[in-house]
C-alpha cells in the first residue's frame, strides 16, 4: 500500500491542512475509513476546550451559590449561663473560666455600671 499527502479542508475553520501519507497509513492501521475532519489547531483547541469547559462550568456553579450567605457570615454562638442573673444565654466567644459570662441584658448593665 502506498499513500500520499493529499490536502484536506477543515470543516471548522475552512483552512486546507495536509493529511500526510504517514498519518494515512496510521489511519489504515488503525482501521479508521474517516478522514479527519479538522485540522490539527482546530483539533487540539477542540480538546482544549472540552476539557476545561467541563472544569469552568463546574466551578462557576458551586461558587455562585454560595454567595447568598457569604455575605452575612454567621458567627458561632456558644451557649453560657449568665453570671449576673443565671439564665441560660448564648455568647459568640468560647466562654472561660476566668471571665464571667453575661446575657445581653446584663451585659449592658454591667457595661454601664463601669
Ligand atoms: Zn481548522
Ligand atoms: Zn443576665
Known amino acids: 500500500m ?3 499527502d493529499k490536502m484536506l479542508r477543515c470543516r471548522d475553520c475552512g483552512n486546507e491542512f495536509p493529511f500526510t501519507a504517514g498519518e494515512q497509513e496510521f489511519y489504515a492501521q488503525k ?4 478522514e479527519p475532519g479538522r485540522c490539527p489547531t482546530c483539533r487540539s483547541a477542540r ?7 467541563s ?9 455562585s451559590g454560595s454567595y447568598g450567605s457569604y455575605d452575612r ?4 454562638m456558644h451557649p453560657a449561663v449568665c453570671a449576673q442573673c443565671g439564665q441560660d ?5 468560647l466562654p472561660r473560666g476566668d471571665r464571667p459570662v453575661y446575657c445581653s441584658a ?3 448593665q454591667v457595661r454601664v455600671s463601669r
Open 2 to 4: 502506498s499513500f500520499a
Open 31 to 34: 482501521g479508521l475509513v474517516n
Open 47 to 53: 480538546k482544549a476546550q472540552r476539557e476545561t469547559g
Open 55 to 63: 472544569y469552568g462550568s463546574g466551578y462557576d456553579g458551586g461558587s
Open 73 to 76: 457570615p454567621r458567627r458561632e
Open 89 to 93: 444565654t448564648e455568647v459568640p466567644f
Open 106 to 108: 446584663c451585659f449592658d
